[in-house]
């Protein structure tokens, strides 16, 4: 199995700020790799694509990057909506897994 | 608009299993798969399988296999997951997920949640 691990696992922030969450598979995966967020009681949210193409809707201060093992998820000039639990997810091998998450917090 | 409607709660005691329904609307239900994916109280998302909504093809994770059949009906764009001999480890969130991640084309639908508490 291509195990995902993120870090941070929380990181506590203000409004306005720019956090970086990054996420490392085991083994290579290109560019299989999406990002979501999660807010309590609700579905994931789909934030980011193939690495790195913003999903339709989604405010451009979200950025993702990278390729083959490791990934990052930028998010610039943080409002208050933004904080959530963020995971990443990769879909190049079987099972599919999720990254543990990062929780950001105020 | 694109809608995936779970069933609702469930409570279930050990050893007895568990349907949960995803009713599809607002695409071609046989261009995606289902996903399902897991999430216990507190805790990260954890994926399952999937189910083609075209062939009815599925592949589910080593975790649940033996334990878990997904299945769809296409005349009613509806995705099932059954999980056999529950425990409270079980007790959980199941989310079904409508997308082709490997398409990479942004389609990514999710329903609300169907919560299952396994107690005795």
């Known amino acids: 199995d291509i195990q995902m691990t993120q870090s941070p696992s929380s990181l506590s922030a203000s409004v306005g700020d720019t956090v970086t969450i990054t996420c490392r598979a085991t083994q290579g995966i290109g560019d299989a790799l999406n990002w979501y967020q999660q807010k309590p009681g609700k579905a994931p949210k789909l934030l980011i694509y193939?690495?790195?193409t913003l999903q339709s809707g989604v405010p451009s201060r979200f950025r993702g990057s990278g390729s083959g093992t490791q990934f990052t998820l930028t998010i610039s000039s943080l409002q208050p909506e933004d904080f959530a639990t963020y995971y990443c997810?990769?879909?190049?091998?079987?099972?599919?897994?999720f990254g543990p998450g990062t929780k950001v917090e105020i | 608009q694109v809608q995936l409607v779970q069933s609702g709660a469930e409570v279930k005691t050990p050893g007895a299993s568990v349907k949960v329904s995803c009713k599809a609307s607002?695409?071609?239900?046989?261009?995606?798969?289902i996903h399902w994916v897991r999430q216990a109280p507190g805790q990260g998302l954890e994926w399952m399988g999937w189910v083609s909504g075209n062939s009815g093809g599925t592949n589910y994770a080593p975790k649940f296999q033996g334990r878990v059949t997904m299945t769809r009906d296409t005349a009613i764009s509806t995705a099932y997951m059954e999980l056999n001999w529950l425990t409270s480890d079980d007790t959980a969130v199941f989310f079904c997920?409508?997308?082709?991640?490997?398409?990479?084309?942004?389609?990514?639908?999710w329903g609300q949640g169907a919560l299952v508490t396994v107690s005795s």
């Open positions: 997810l990769q879909h190049n091998g079987y099972p599919r897994t």
């Open positions: 607002g695409y071609t239900f046989t261009d995606y798969w």
């Open positions: 193939g690495a790195s």
């Open positions: 997920a409508a997308s082709n991640w490997n398409a990479k084309n942004g389609f990514d639908y």
